[in-house]
């Protein structure tokens, strides 16, 4: 009933994503599923710290990451914040948990060079048909704008002004902001379009569909960025975010202040986007022992 609750909250009035409900819902079904376990009755305000330490260790020792400890912690301190609102409970155990250390990892990204063959050099696998210039166009928005998977799904037709180049993008929690392109883009967007509208008759308003008309599933754009991504490099993680990531590097590289591009990535606090000027930073390190005879 209390997770019940939660969650339609997280729905219908944080207007969080149904990847967030579906973590959300994950995690704290996990963490009743453990109470539950040891013979104990699911109640939130009977639960305390140490019960939750014990879920924690449990974690960590069937071998899940700091990283993902941390979402389940992170799904249960919004999980008891709700309740503390609402008068569910009196006691907030969470307060006296402390969570593991993430070890840090730099972002992955693509080399510019990299970029450069997949876009001109080996554009012509990508196709002329609707699927080959709507995936080639994937990428570039990707590249160009450093947007996420669901803000890319999310574009409509009218939040595009080509006059100005410039794009409407509706991040998380349904913040928007105005990001601009330059001429190249500009010309993709309209030679897919003219694609689009030559081959597909009913669309759903979205600037990106399918063949059927109907708007593209997240499962489809991670799969042809993945594809397209292993004919240029070698990564590991070749996901969309990667793109993201690769978009903020290549600014900050090319001198960039790291501000702009906290605005244009959309992050809410600049300490998101500092993780960007350490890969720039290795970056820089791996040149300098190339390039200097005594490095």
């Known amino acids: 009933m209390f997770i019940d609750k939660f969650l339609q909250y997280t729905r219908y009035e944080k207007n969080c994503s149904s990847h967030t409900l579906v973590s959300y819902s994950t995690d704290l079904s996990q963490f009743k599923d453990f109470v539950e376990s040891r013979s ?26 700091s990283t993902s400890v941390n979402r389940k912690l992170s799904a249960l301190k919004s999980f008891y914040r709700f309740l503390k609102q609402h008068s ?20 992955k990204f693509l080399k510019e060079d990299e970029m450069e063959n997949l876009l001109d050099g080996y554009g012509g696998l990508f196709g002329d048909d609707f699927e080959g210039v709507r995936n080639k166009l994937i990428i570039d928005m990707f590249y160009t704008l450093g947007i996420r998977l669901s803000e890319l799904i999310g574009i409509k037709d009218k939040d595009i002004d080509l006059g100005m180049k410039t794009v409407i993008i509706t991040g998380k929690r349904n ?121």
């Open 40 to 65: 104990i009755e699911f109640d939130p305000d009977k639960i305390d710290a140490s019960l939750i330490r014990e879920w924690v260790i449990s974690l960590m020792e069937s071998g899940i990451s």
């Open 88 to 107: 569910l409970v009196l006691n907030n155990p969470l307060k006296k948990i402390v969570s593991p250390k993430n070890k840090k990892q730099l972002p």
């Open 175 to 295: 913040k928007q902001r105005l990001l601009p392109f330059g001429e190249r883009l500009k010309n993709s967007v309209i030679e897919y379009m003219k694609v689009r509208d030559e081959v597909i008759s009913n669309q759903c308003g979205k600037l990106f569909v399918k063949e059927d008309g109907k708007e593209l599933y997240p499962m489809l754009v991670y799969r042809l960025v993945n594809k397209h991504i292993t004919q240029v490099s070698s990564l590991s993680k070749r996901s969309p975010h990667v793109l993201r990531h690769t978009f903020a590097t290549t600014m900050l590289n090319n001198g960039a202040e790291l501000n702009a591009v906290k605005e244009l990535l959309g992050h809410s606090s600049l300490a998101a986007t500092e993780v960007y000027t350490h890969t720039t930073f290795e970056q820089l390190q791996k040149i300098y022992k190339q390039a200097h005879p005594r490095a």
